[in-house]
């Protein structure tokens, strides 16, 4: 149980485009959904956070028209990088989480697959 | 002081011995403690979690918790080459409800 199925896994694309990368909890309904980056050999940086229904909770330091996040369902999140740009070249990892409130503590984060993308 | 430190290794273990993996970290209102593996180019994959002092088994793997020393370990028993990966360790922060990472263990599990 608890898969995290990510789309696509990979993307390589211009400078300019915009990229949209999907998040699904395929046996479970993720009201709280996380948007990571990880550069090579670092560790896992928090973009965001999104609830089903509301805006998404965006961390110091992270674009929130660069880096758009919509949280439709409680299946569904998605990220995407508008008018990307070399520099944000990197590896995109969703992670999904059940439960609200002072439930969040007991509930693990799963992960999915990632996303590299690549921005010529 | 990192809110989640783990050494960054790389630790080596002969093939079939117990890896030792440790973390420790700086909130104590913290109460959910998980361990990821992390295999190189792909994403973190849920190992262990603990929320109670103590230990937790499961299979190879043993969690275990310390909140008094605010100290959180994983063992790995009979160690294999397909251990080989980086370990994170991560904690809810008590106030933010973030899971804080710590920068990660390497295994090099030698055959």
């Known amino acids: 149980g608890a898969v995290v199925s990510q789309h696509p896994s990979r993307v390589i694309c211009k400078s300019g485009t915009s990229v949209k990368i999907e998040c699904r909890s395929l046996d479970f309904q993720a009201t709280t959904m996380f948007w990571y980056r990880q550069f090579p050999k670092q560790s896992l940086m928090l973009m965001a956070t999104?609830?089903?229904?509301?805006?998404?909770?965006?961390e110091q330091g992270v674009e929130k028209d660069k880096f758009l996040i919509n949280h439709a369902s409680l299946t569904l999140s998605t990220l995407t990088v508008t008018s990307a740009h070399p520099e944000d070249s990197s590896f995109y990892i969703c992670s999904a989480r059940t439960g609200t409130g002072y439930t969040y503590s007991n509930q693990p984060q799963h992960f999915g697959d990632g996303t590299r993308l690549s921005i010529l | 002081q990192k809110e989640v430190e783990q050494n960054s290794g790389p630790l080596s273990v002969p093939e079939g011995a117990i890896a030792s993996l440790n973390c420790t970290y700086s909130?104590?209102?913290?109460?959910?403690f998980f361990w990821y593996r992390q295999y190189s180019g792909k994403s973190p994959e849920l190992i262990m979690f603990i929320y109670s002092n103590g230990d937790k088994e499961d299979g190879r793997f043993t969690a275990q918790l310390n909140k008094a020393s605010q100290y959180v370990s994983l063992l790995i028993r009979d160690s294999q080459p397909s251990d080989s990966a980086t370990y994170l360790c991560a904690v809810y922060s008590g106030n933010t409800g973030k899971l804080i990472f710590g920068q990660g263990t390497t295994l090099q599990v030698k055959p």
């Open positions: 909130d104590r209102g913290s109460q959910s």
């Open positions: 999104s609830n089903e229904g509301s805006k998404a909770t965006y």
